[in-house]
T-cell receptor, first 115, second 116 residues
Framework: AQTVTQSQPEMSVQEAETVTLSCTYDTSESDYYLFWYKQPPSRQMILVIRQEAYKQQNATENRFSVNFQKAAKSFSLKISDSQLGDAAMYFC????????????FGKGTLLTVNP | NAGVMQNPRHLVRRRGQEARLRCSPMKGHSHVYWYRQLPEEGLKFMVYLQKENIIDESGMPKERFSAEFPKEGPSILRIQQVVRGDSAAYFC??????????????FGAGSRLTVL
């Protein structure tokens, strides 16, 4: 079974600053995808960014980017120019690869953005 | 596009009663996933269904829990004889499948079950 470790239960950042959330995982698959989801107080799960494991280029989505290290099985999320609306619980989630596609979620990192 | 619709949003049951949670996937999506979130935890996979088929139920408790996704109508997660430990948020997600590229899941807003 996959395991996902988010070693930072809580993080805080000043508005307009940059913060990096870490994630490591374990998988025996070679072809898979990785996702970061955010869960604001509304509890809705919102996709932030995704990465294809076979691509060396790190994914970016506006102020969000990842640092994907496949050999180290590391998948960190960088948020630049943090905004108050970025405050949420962030979950790292690799999928199972193959034909099943189920996601395994970490325990999450609670991000606080200070004005 | 209405997104993934879950109902009820909140459900209160007494121990021993049954809980039924419904999920209507996004239009055009034929893959449905159910996840459970306990307080202070991430989401845990329960079951993956396609129309009329259970593909993977490795995360479902062996007893009292069942899921279906009929040819017509929403997917149903059914919990019989609920216990306090079943209190959680239950999320449904749907996807069009992984024909090319990522199998991106779109989540519903969740159903919060409270067992008294």
């Amino acid at each position: 079974a996959q395991t996902v470790t988010q070693s930072q239960p809580e993080m805080s950042v000043q508005e307009a600053e940059t913060v990096t959330l870490s994630c490591t995982y374990d998988t025996s698959e070679s072809d898979y995808y990785l996702f970061w989801y955010k869960q604001p107080p509304s509890r809705q799960m919102i996709l932030v960014i995704r990465q294809e494991a076979y691509k060396q280029q790190n994914a970016t989505e506006n102020r969000f980017s990842v640092n994907f290290q496949k050999a180290a099985k590391s998948f960190s999320l960088k948020i630049s120019d943090s905004q108050l609306g970025d405050a949420a619980m962030y979950f790292c989630a690799p999928d199972s690869g193959g034909s099943n596609y189920k996601l395994t979620f970490g325990k999450g990192t609670l991000l606080t953005v200070n004005p | 596009n209405a997104g993934v619709m879950q109902n009820p949003r909140h459900l209160v049951r007494r121990r021993g009663q049954e809980a039924r949670l419904r999920c209507s996937p996004m239009k055009g999506h034929s893959h449905v996933y159910w996840y459970r979130q306990l307080p202070e935890e991430g989401l845990k996979f329960m079951v993956y269904l396609q129309k009329e088929n259970i593909i993977d139920e490795s995360g479902m408790p062996k007893e009292r829990f069942s899921a279906e996704f009929p040819k017509e109508g929403p997917s149903i997660l059914r919990i019989q004889q609920v216990v306090r430990g079943d209190s959680a948020a239950y999320f449904c997600a749907s996807s069009p499948g992984r024909y090319s590229g990522a199998n991106v899941l779109t989540f519903g807003a969740g159903s919060r079950l409270t067992v008294l």
